[in-house]
Structures are given as C-alpha cells and as structure tokens.
Nanobody, 128 residues
Framework: VQLQASGGGLVQAGDSLRLSCAAS????????MGWFRQAPGKEREFRAG???????YYTDSVKGRFTISRDNAKKTVYLQMNSLKPEDTAVYYC???????????????????????WGQGTLVTVSS
C-alpha cells in the first residue's frame, strides 16, 4: 500500500486547507485511516482518525475545526482544516492500518505504532 498526501501550503490564521491522502491497493475500504502531524523537534501527534465503518475520532485541540472523511470509491481520505492557527503548523502525515490487524479503539487510533503504512507528509504553515 502506498499513500500520497497532498494539499499543504502556507496560509494565514483563520484560513482553511483540505488535505488529501490517496491510497493504492484493493482493500482501502477496510483500512482504518489516520492523520498525524509532526512539528520540528517534536513527536508525531494524532489529529484525526476514521475507521472502515466511518466512525471518527479527533484530538481535543481540533474538535470543531477539523473534519476527517473518506471516499472509498476514490481510495482517498481527507482532512478539512478550518480556523487554522499558527500552532497547527507542522508536517501532516496520513496513515493506514490493515484490517487483518483488527479494529482500533479510542486509545489505539491515537498511537502511531498501530498503523502499518505512512504517506510522505505535506507541510502546513499557518502565519499569524
């Protein structure tokens, strides 16, 4: 499985961006998908996740601002980011977890080591 993230860029505080993550492979609809971010010198942090049944999870700091969605026909997961803040600045990564590993719970969906495949990252820079 290969993941290709895109949609990052330089925006001002309060603006919006939509990130996309296109996947290869035939089993996309069964994958759990996640979006993480990593700022320089910091660990990779969970932002949002969506399971194969479309159940979604968000970290508290993005609730009400970010929306994760998936289009199985296009094998793509999206992260709509509204009301962006300078502290949202980071490289954003999408990740996929194979169904054979079992389902994720509210704790597991947040752990990077629960995912099997990673995209290359897309840089989001929010200026104040």
């Amino acid at each position: 499985v290969q993941l290709q993230a895109s949609g990052g860029g330089l925006v001002q505080a309060g603006d919006s961006l939509r990130l996309s993550c296109a996947a290869s492979g035939r089993s996309f609809s069964s994958y759990a998908m996640g979006w993480f971010r990593q700022a320089p010198g910091k660990e990779r942090e969970f932002r949002a996740g969506i399971l194969s049944d479309y159940f979604t999870y968000y970290t508290d700091s993005v609730k009400g601002r970010f929306t994760i969605s998936r289009d199985n026909a296009k094998k793509t997961v999206y992260l709509q980011m509204n009301s962006l803040k300078p502290e949202d600045t980071a490289v954003y990564y999408c990740a996929a977890r194979a169904a054979v590993r079992g389902s994720l719970d509210i704790d597991g969906v947040r752990r990077p080591n629960e995912y099997d495949y990673w995209g290359q990252g897309t840089l989001v820079t929010v200026s104040s």
